[in-house]
């Protein structure tokens, strides 16, 4: 059974009240300069904001959001100054705050069995999520199309399965390939790593690169993809002639013995 926007919304709250103190934000909003003084608009209001306050806080304007704040924080803005704050570093705080989540879940997740760990030094998956966006924001991230939609986001996410790191996250238009994202982080690859792409990723000059670097991968194939296994001790095909002839000159004199007796017998009959 799905659950709703809202539903997941109040279990990522309750992810961040659990594993992130106030403390904890405040240091992730000056790391990002998101907050640089002493300030009644504080991390926590942030993330009242766009999670646990409000659903839909692109739609919600600056004046009840400002309401919002002062109902629910006692915290006193006027509508400029909030708009002010949804800046790029907001937008990477967010970020911020999403990563760490994920990698204190990562870390905290059972380890993988010590058979893999010895065979290979990285365990890399490789995916992507995308999804629609409201039709202005079409000029950044134009989609890929469907549904008249006309903008899309597609996230490329890649971490390593032995230890529970982000090796890539991206935000990109929704029409960019899979593909052309998995030949950037090819260069990425080393010895002893394991990559797992999904069929999207498929390019054979990637797994070339991936091969000379003497590293592994697991991958899907397409329909068109021939695959052809090497004999080491194939069959050749090979001309025999007489030792004491070249090839020429072997079939030169076959022609004039030929003649030689075609005109005996012609002779002998006439």
């Known amino acids: 059974?799905?659950?709703?926007?809202?539903?997941?919304?109040?279990?990522?709250a309750q992810e961040i009240q659990s594993l992130l103190s106030p403390n904890t934000l405040q240091n992730l909003?000056?790391?990002?300069?998101?907050?640089?003084?002493a300030s009644k608009y504080r991390a926590q209001d942030l993330i009242a904001l766009c999670i646990w306050r409000s659903q839909s806080v692109a739609k919600t304007s600056l004046t009840q959001l400002c309401s919002c704040?002062?109902?629910?924080?006692?915290?006193?803005?006027?509508?400029?100054g909030l708009n002010q704050r949804f800046n790029t570093a907001a937008v990477q705080f967010?970020?911020?705050?999403?990563?760490?989540?994920?990698?204190?879940?990562?870390?905290?997740?059972?380890?993988?069995?010590?058979?893999?760990?010895?065979?290979?030094?990285?365990?890399?998956?490789?995916?992507s999520t995308a999804?629609?966006?409201?039709?202005?924001f079409s000029f950044v991230y134009p989609g890929a199309g469907g549904c008249s939609h006309t903008a899309g986001v597609k996230i490329q996410l890649e971490y390593d399965l032995l230890?529970?790191?982000?090796?890539?996250?991206?935000?990109?238009?929704?029409?960019?390939?899979?593909?052309?994202?998995?030949?950037?982080?090819?260069?990425?690859?080393?010895?002893?790593?394991?990559?797992?792409r999904d069929l999207g990723y498929f390019h054979l000059k990637d797994l070339q690169h991936i091969q000379d670097k003497k590293a592994y991968y697991i991958s899907r194939i397409k329909s068109n993809t021939r695959i052809y296994q090497k004999n080491p001790n194939p069959d050749y095909f090979q001309e025999i002639f007489p030792l004491d002839?070249?090839?020429?000159k072997h079939f030169q004199q076959l022609i004039i013995r030929f003649h030689i007796h075609l005109n005996l017998f012609l002779h002998y009959c006439l």
């Open 1 to 12: 059974m799905s659950i709703s926007v809202s539903d997941e919304l109040q279990l990522f």
């Open 29 to 37: 909003t000056r790391d990002v300069g998101f907050v640089q003084r």
């Open 69 to 80: 704040l002062e109902a629910s924080k006692e915290v006193l803005i006027s509508p400029e």
């Open 94 to 127: 967010l970020q911020k705050v999403l990563a760490k989540l994920l990698n204190q879940k990562l870390s905290s997740a059972k380890l993988l069995s010590s058979p893999y760990t010895s065979i290979f030094k990285r365990i890399r998956v490789l995916d």
């Open 131 to 136: 999804f629609q966006l409201p039709d202005p």
């Open 163 to 196: 230890s529970g790191q982000f090796l890539h996250i991206h935000t990109g238009p929704g029409k960019q390939h899979d593909r052309t994202y998995g030949s950037l982080c090819a260069p990425t690859v080393t010895a002893n790593d394991l990559c797992i």
């Open 245 to 248: 002839h070249q090839p020429l």
